[in-house]
């Protein structure tokens, strides 16, 4: 029975100590803003290179280095698709976090980090925190999530028109290498509820 109640103490104790989130589950920071509006999905296609990272990239670089495992890997890489097409890292508003799918830890932690982006918060919301810090791609692993979509879904660059993953796909184009975040221009400048609040 002392055996009993000493554990049910250390089980107490434990449960109550506070957690990082960086080493375990945290409660979803969009939670804290759910009496406010929820901001709308948007997204908005990049068009030209910029010179340098918005405000809002260089947030959530300071807030994924306080909240996250791994390594930031950059913003900028002026990358033109086409006339009027580019890459959101062109206009400084995609952040790459480097984390790796062959090591079992990273994907506990990038699964940790999209799971918390898209999780519905405590007010109903669905990917409340990604909507509230104006991300409008998640990119990890073959998988991607649009702003609107549903849930993480096959990232096509990793897949064949019929559905099959392709046999041979670059490391880093698959995104299997790190965590691709890309935001909306709202989110870039700043002007997202968690930003503003």
Known sequence: MRLRLALL????????LPVSPALGAAANPADKLAGLPIDDYAYDKASDCRQRPTRGALALVDWLETNAKGTFWGIMRC???GKNSASLHAEGRAVD??????R????REARRLVDLWLATDRAGNEHALARRMGIQEIIWNC???WSGSARMGRYSACY??????RKRVDY????KDHIHVGLSWAGARKRTSFWTS
């Open 160 to 165: 064949t028109e019929r559905g099959r993953l």
């Open 9 to 16: 103490s250390l089980i107490v104790v434990v449960a109550a």
């Open 104 to 107: 079992p830890a990273d994907r």
């Open 143 to 145: 998988h991607s999530w």
């Open 79 to 81: 990358e033109r698709w």
């Open 172 to 175: 880093t184009q698959a995104h």
């Open 97 to 102: 976090w480097h984390l790796d799918a062959s």
